[in-house]
């Protein structure tokens, strides 16, 4: 650009050379060329004395003009260059989310995506059609910021016929948009800076991004396969007086384990040695295989110091109603509230209506849908097996972990592109799940939450085009 500004000066000094010096008699001649114009112009202009005074404006206007040309083109060219992204000092490390990255190059490469975790079929019937009717009934103005009363009372007799615990629906309930609110909501209203929260690692990223948001520090402890189990070593030295709170995430994603009573028992017993809080994202409580679901809140002497976070989404495959809920005993309620209430303040008033009549879904419908995802999980899973992955096949949630090494690859992400570009199916790279990506560089999240058709056709790609 300043070439080609300076050009311009050149070409307006070399016209007015031809055009004015050369007629009024100053002997510049041959002298000038486009590459030496201005220096010797300049020299010309200090000591011949013999230059007509009516040229003297017309060299300044010409001067100015070509001042002016190259200050209009570097303006351009700066108004043309987009602006520096911006973003505060707490989320400046955090980038576009992968599950985005990996959903545009499933789209450009046309693979199979099995990625996101989100279903590529649609919830029932019975609650769309609740939808519409309360869409149709008028109930489309804000609801009560901490809930539709009868979501709130749905949520209670759910939580007190899956753990034993009766709550408080007003006072211990509050409505979220979806259950990443509620943990955002939670750390913001509960956590100061500062503070110490201790992370399993690997974890889904908006607990990092929330707790960044917090200003808290984050302490985590590794869960490794084989099985992920908790490191109790590990754990007891991240525990200490500082500790204010630990993030429990189970059936946990993206492994699929379930913690079992004894890790749970341990967790709760540190919690209560250390005077800290436990977070509980218990959003896939619903889909586990082989064994049974146990919530934190439900252990001896941990409903005083837990809130239990869980949502619609995941249970009915409706991830887009974004309908979510936190449970907790008043005084941690109170935080919660708060800072939900300047976080969205309510949550979609005809989405809460319809939540209320999923919760009073009947037995069967859970019955149904483990048995429809334990058929999509024996698919993805045998599958994965044969193509030659080492499969980490874990109790709970509609996720599988599984090792990519046997191809050879020196990282998860590199693993990941290849997949999409040269296999077309798609998989998430577990390293964006660790506070240390090379925790997890050998290890890929594949969802089975797709139609029987999409999980065999991924198998088939995988195998004709995945070589060892």
């Known amino acids: 650009m300043l070439a080609q500004s300076m050009t311009t000066i050149f070409q307006n000094l070399y016209k007015f050379a031809k055009e004015v010096m050369v007629p009024s008699g100053i002997g510049v001649g041959a002298h000038f060329s486009r590459s030496s114009l201005s220096l010797q112009f300049s020299g010309e202009l200090q000591h011949k004395q013999n230059i007509p005074k009516f040229n003297l404006p017309l060299v300044r206007r010409v001067m100015a003009s070509s001042v002016s040309t190259v200050s209009s083109e570097q303006a351009a060219a700066k108004a043309s260059e987009p602006p520096p992204l911006q973003v505060s000092r707490r989320l400046e ?13 499933a789209l450009k490469h046309q693979a199979i995506n099995l990625g996101q975790g989100f279903p590529n079929f649609d919830g029932p019937e019975f609650l769309k059609e609740a939808a519409i009717r309360a869409i149709k009934e008028g109930k489309n103005q804000y609801a009560r910021g901490y809930g539709v009363p009868e979501l709130n009372s749905a949520v209670a007799a759910s939580f007190k016929k899956d753990t034993g615990l009766i709550v408080d629906p007003e006072k211990e309930v509050t409505v979220t948009s979806g259950c990443t609110e509620a943990i955002a909501a939670t750390m913001l209203g509960l956590i100061n800076p500062g503070d110490e929260v201790i992370l399993f ?7 990092e991004a929330t707790l960044s948001m917090s200003e808290a520090k984050i302490k985590t402890v590794t869960l490794r396969p084989p099985d992920f189990a908790v490191p109790e070593k590990e754990l007891r030295e991240a525990f200490s007086e500082k500790t204010r709170a630990i993030m429990i995430n189970t059936p946990h994603n993206p492994t699929g384990k379930m913690f079992s009573q004894k890790e749970l028992e341990l967790i709760a017993s540190l919690c209560i040695e250390n005077d800290a809080l436990a977070f509980t994202d218990e959003v896939y409580h619903k889909l586990v295989f082989e064994e049974e679901h146990i919530s934190m809140a439900s252990l001896p002497g941990m409903y005083e110091r837990t809130v239990t976070m869980n949502s619609l989404g995941k249970t009915f495959s409706l991830t887009g109603w974004k309908i979510g809920w936190a449970i907790a005993p008043p005084h941690l309620t109170w935080g919660v509230r708060q800072a939900h209430s300047f976080l969205t303040f309510a949550t979609s008033t005809p989405m809460q209506w319809a939540a209320a009549t999923a919760l009073n879904a009947p037995d069967s419908y859970y019955e149904e849908l483990v048995k429809d995802y334990r058929a999509k999980k024996n698919i993805l899973v045998d599958g994965l097996k044969d193509v030659g992955f080492i499969v980490y096949d874990m109790p709970g949630t509609y996720f599988v972990v599984v090792d990519h090494t046997p191809f050879g690859f020196d990282n998860d992400t ?12 798609v998989a998430i790279p577990t390293s964006v799940f660790y506070m240390d990506p090379n925790d997890g560089k050998n290890l890929v999240r594949f969802t089975f939450a797709k139609d029987e058709d999409t999980l065999k ?8 085009n995945l070589k060892r």
């Open 93 to 105: 490390k955090f980038k576009t989310t992968i599950f985005t990255q990996m959903s545009i190059l």
């Open 457 to 464: 056709k991924a198998v088939e790609r995988m195998k004709a």
């Open 414 to 425: 590199d693993f990941c592109k290849h997949l999409i570009e040269k296999v077309g199916v």
């Open 201 to 207: 690692a690997p974890f889904y990223d908006s607990y």
